[in-house]
């Protein structure tokens, strides 16, 4: 036992070391030596900025980065060439900080965030927004909705001017100029970039809330929010190292369980690494992630095969690298759950991730699988056009699982009992058999009975519905409950 | 008393080249004042057609419009002060004639939208060097440095304390004329493709028309 437990941790802790370097279990430090900081056009810079944008000067002055001598043109300069570059004062600048720009000096985080779910977030919606923004609304809503949270993809005018169909952005997976994806200043708000802010849970609301990913509503509704709203003076916020059971101990935020570092789990940018599931998909399955040599990263589906170290596999982008390491969904669960055990036991750990893995379990097999499949054969047989959306039960069933069924299973996640029924898996409920099966058969004619019979009613999970006379008082009509008042 | 008379070789046909050639001149410089003055109007700069593409965008910006009622012409920015500096000036810009007539014949015809805005770039980087040159003089016409207030908090300190050893060019650009960037960040590639892009072209048909002459 003690064996397994060590060669556990050890495993862990190659996981740790593999993807962030080694000795990482403090915040890195920069890498570029400070004799490259302070830009000798920098004091221009602020000169001026002091009287035009009093505000954003301000914000830089008070930060860690003025502190240090990191000035303007230090994170603004551009080299000619560069497609966003622009003359400004008698320098070359680009408005735009790509992660490549911050990660001059913060290289260890931008190798990190590098193929995250976060820097992929422009592919994730992908051929969505086709669908939904330019079909079920207009194009317009892109630029202030889809590309605020996910990124958009900025072009720069053959003017030197970015397109304001793409710019102003922060979303966190956008595509910069100079290729490379993401934008830091999504969680580190500009121009104080405080590491106090990008702590707080507020870091992670501006789209983790709303009906498909109420995790705002959800941490506060757990007691990992009651616990931080009530003792918010005692996190420890502005500490240089952040580690959890060792810096601070009162509550944890978002950050704290998928960044942050906890005991021997170093911290890391990588935002989904320690995530075990998909929960945002139609069906979830748990997940490898598969590591490449270049630096690059892509979780691949459980049911899907996964490469061999060294092998040549395809990336997100549709090009081919070799596989450094795959890491399984189990060793990406065991570095979440190192977070929980510096304040919960190993059984209330590994029995909490039980009721949350039963609750995703009983959406994918109850709902999400009869759903995909009945809508599969709609789609088959003709009854429904290709075209998304031009017919009623097709949002029924993209609400089924992105939105409340999304809900279910957060809530069970991250602990809230509201989310994880009442706004989620009682909504799933409701709208599985009230709203998704009437319109089915609404569409499927004559056939919808035999689609309906095959992936539902003929399950053993939807019996119930066999036995229409089994009273019960909930509405008010049968027998009494036994001693209900 | 000494009685005034001409030198000797002040002969009758000396004096009436004198006095003609004075006159002539006293002409020919009222002339050029005149003709200086009349093309400098708005009028006259855009008899070419071409330059209807400049009007347009000057147009629509503050030196056109504003709530002063001061509106400045394409010759106040343009054309230096004083007869022989604003007769050099109209000199020099004989040449956009030149090439005007030229195109019509043989091409590039800057009658063309697009013929126009695929030259814009090398025509504003000539302007902002004319004005570096002559310290943004003809800003200086209207604008008086200390005078400068502006409508927000900061906008004199900028003036007064953040100016010095530069020229009004050196920060307002793309006041007027349509937006073209630095000389030294400029692309031609990416100006062809939003040029192509704005007219509808295919991809390379802006190098072919910019490069076909």
């Keep these: ?485 | 008393m000494v009685k005034l008379r001409a030198p000797l070789f002040i002969t009758r046909h000396v004096l009436f080249a004198l006095v003609g050639g004075g006159a002539a001149g006293i002409l020919f410089m009222a002339f050029l004042i005149e003709f200086d003055h009349f093309s400098s109007s708005n009028a006259f700069c855009t008899t070419c057609h071409s330059m209807s593409f400049a009007e347009e965008s000057y147009k629509a910006s503050v030196h056109y419009n504003n709530a002063s009622g001061v509106r400045a012409s394409c010759g106040d920015c343009h054309v230096s002060e004083g007869v022989f500096a604003a007769t050099w000036d109209h000199a020099v810009g004989g040449k956009d004639l030149l090439k005007q007539i030229k195109g019509k014949l043989f091409g590039p015809d800057y009658d063309d939208p697009v013929v126009t805005a695929l030259h814009l770039p090398e025509a504003a980087f000539a302007a902002r060097k004319w004005f570096k040159a002559k310290d943004s003089a003809t800003c200086k016409r209207c604008h008086e440095l200390e005078a400068i207030e502006g409508k927000r908090a900061d906008t004199a300190a900028i003036h007064r304390e953040e100016t010095a050893g530069k020229s009004c060019i050196d920060c307002h650009i793309n006041l007027v004329h349509r937006k073209v960037p630095g000389e030294e960040t400029f692309k031609r590639d990416a100006w062809n493709r939003m040029v192509e892009e704005e007219f509808g072209l295919k991809e390379g048909e802006a190098a072919a028309r910019f490069g076909a002459h």
């Design chain 1, 1 to 485: 036992m003690g064996r397994r437990y060590r060669s556990r941790w050890l495993s862990l802790l190659m996981l740790g070391g593999l993807v962030l370097g080694p000795g990482l279990a403090l915040a890195a430090k920069v890498k570029l030596e400070p004799s490259n900081w302070g830009h000798p056009a920098g004091e221009a810079c602020a000169s001026c900025h002091a009287k035009s944008s009093a505000g954003l000067h301000q914000q830089w002055q008070e930060s860690a980065h003025a502190k240090a001598g990191v000035n303007c043109m230090d994170c603004h300069q551009a080299a000619r060439e560069d497609s966003d570059a622009i003359e400004h004062e008698g320098q070359v600048i680009a408005t735009i900080v790509s992660p490549k720009d911050c990660g001059r000096c913060h290289t260890v985080e931008v190798e990190e965030q590098q193929g995250s779910v976060h820097a992929e977030a422009v592919a994730v919606v992908g051929e969505r927004i086709k669908a939904l923004a330019d079909n079920l609304t207009g194009p317009a809503i892109q630029a202030a909705g889809c590309d605020q949270c996910h990124g958009s993809v900025v072009k720069v005018r053959g003017d030197g001017t970015l397109d304001p169909a793409t710019w102003p952005n922060s979303g966190i997976g956008r595509v910069n100029p100079d290729g490379s994806k993401g934008s830091c200043s999504a969680c580190h708000g500009r121009h104080a970039f405080s590491r106090a802010q990008a702590r707080e849970p507020e870091a992670c609301v501006r789209c983790h809330a709303g009906p498909d990913s109420p995790d705002k509503e959800v941490f506060e509704a757990s007691k990992h929010g009651m616990l931080y709203a009530a003792n918010r003076d005692k996190m420890n916020l502005s500490s240089e190292t952040w580690v959890a059971g060792k810096d601070y101990s009162a509550a944890p935020t978002c950050a704290t369980c998928h960044m942050g570092a906890a005991g021997k789990l170093p911290p890391s940018h990588d935002v989904g690494m320690r995530d075990a599931w998909r929960l945002n998909s139609p069906v979830s399955e748990k997940q490898y992630l598969v590591m490449f040599v270049d630096g690059d990263k892509r979780d691949l589906p459980e049911s899907q095969e996964p490469p061999k170290r060294g092998e040549q596999f395809l990336k997100n982008d549709g090009t081919e690298a070799e596989v450094k390491f795959v890491i399984p969904p189990d060793r990406r669960r065991q570095a979440m759950q190192a977070v929980c055990l510096e304040c919960h036991s190993k059984a209330v750990t590994e029995g909490f991730m039980k009721q949350f893995d039963n609750v995703v379990e009983l959406f994918n097999t109850k709902f999400a699988i009869p759903a995909r499949d009945i809508m599969a054969d709609l789609y088959a047989s003709g009854k429904l056009t290709p075209l998304p959306f031009d017919e009623p039960v097709e949002l029924t069933y993209w609400e089924l699982w992105h939105d409340e069924g999304a809900r279910a299973r957060h809530g069970a996640s991250m602990a809230s009992p509201n989310h994880a029924w009442w706004e989620g898996m009682y909504l799933v409920g409701r709208n599985f058999y009230s709203r998704f099966l009437p319109q089915v058969r609404e569409v499927g004619g004559p056939e919808a009975s035999a689609i309906i019979d095959r992936h539902v009613t003929d399950k053993e999970q939807h019996q119930w519905l066999k036995q229409p006379q089994q009273a019960n008082p909930i509405l008010g009509f049968g027998k009494p409950e036994a001693g209900g008042g």
